[in-house]
Every structure is written in structure tokens, then in C-alpha cells.
């Protein structure tokens, strides 16, 4: 199903104290242990905290990591069944600072939803999201981990030094993203879909390929998906018009 529609792109500052991207190997036995760099998935994650409806599917174009990886290791009290506790070591990252772009496209696995493909409305409302640090609380990676997002323009973003600049940085297969079944379209749709790929850096940014383009996909299984009309959920052309004071562009 092709999908001409391409939104402009969109541009955050993301930060926080601590992160845990976890890489999916280490979560078996109870410790975690993050990657060096947020995943696609993650910053999709936190792109649809700050607004999110069914009618987009968000894509994320690149990440520039603006400080120095570092890590911190610590010890986690998680309880157990039987009422007692065990001592698991989760290594975090520590004081991150992100750059982010992405854009929308339409969600073409919602015709019911074609009435509300507005995109001026729509990236209204994302800029006013953004201006307000987010609809839903930020999280780098996991619910301990309390990130904050700032809208940035273009200009600052590609003016943007990082401790990286002038350094090349390969970080091998990762986890890219899941494609799910309300929106994964360009993979069949209808199936939730683990994506891994090749990730580089080059001068501290991390451009990342489109889900369908990785190479490495598997299959988890196949559902259903909620559908969205009027009568479960505001389009954007009501949600301006009861709402105009938190849309109107700064």
C-alpha cells in the first residue's frame, strides 16, 4: 500500500539524569544492561508521549549524541514470588543528552481515519505538544529513568556539536524496532514484528533506516488491532476547536 504523504521534519532536545535502552540478550536472567545509544524503538516511544493519534505512524530520521557515553552500574532490590527479594545489578546510562528528528506519515492501515489525515492541524498540535515538554510523563527507557523534551529548530540541530564530532563508531546488530500490527503496512500488516539492523555513528549522529529496510526481521505473532473512529477518539480538527488556547503556534 504506498503512502505518498511525508510530513516536514520535526526536531526535540531529550535529557535526563539516567537511561536504560536494555538490550534484549541481558533480560533473561533478570540484570539488564543498556545499549550505548537509544534504539529507534525507544525514541519512537518517547515521540508518541509527547503527542500521539492513530491517524500518524512516527518515523525516526536521526539522533545526534551529543554527550559522552557513559555508565553506572547498580544494585536493584526486585521482589519475588515467595515474598522475599533478590539483588539484580541494572547498568544505566548516566546524564544523556539527545537530539532527535523525525516526521509522520499517514497510518494507511486506518482508512477509517482518512478524514482526519490534516496535516497542518496535526503538526500544530505536535509543535504545541512540544512547546509544553509532552502530553504523557517522558521516560529514557524505562519508568525509573525520567527524561525531559524541549523543541529545538533545524538550524539548532545541525549546528549542534557532539563529543563524537570527527569520530566514526559502529555498534553492530541491534534492536531497531517493532512494527506493529495497526501500522506496519510495508510489512504485510497485521503482524508484530521484531526489527534488527546495522547501526553506525558518523560525527555523533545515528541515522536510522526505516523498519521494513533492516536487515533482520522476525515474526512474533499475528492479531487483531482496536479500530478508531469519531466516537472513541477526537480528531484534530475538534481537538483545535475545544482546545484552540493549547494548540495555538508560538
Known sequence: MENSFKSAPFYYRLYGDYALFTDPVTKG?????TYSIPTCQALKGITEQIYWKPTLTYFIDSVKIIKRIQTETKGIRTPLKNGTNDLNYYTYLRDVEYLV???????QNRPELKADQNEIKHERILLRSMEKGGRRDIFLGTRECVGFVERIREEQFKTASTYYDGKKLSFGIMFHSFSYPGENEYQGGGKLISNFADIKMGNGKVD???????QIHHTLRTYGFKSFNEGN??????????????????
Open 29 to 33: 536472567g533478570g540484570e539488564k544492561y
Open 101 to 107: 528528528q523525525f516526521h509522520f506519515e499517514w497510518n
Open 208 to 214: 536510522f533506516i526505516r523498519p521494513e529496510e533492516c
Open 233 to 250: 477518539m477526537k480528531f484534530a480538527d475538534e481537538e483545535i476547536d475545544s482546545r484552540p488556547e493549547e494548540v495555538e503556534m508560538q
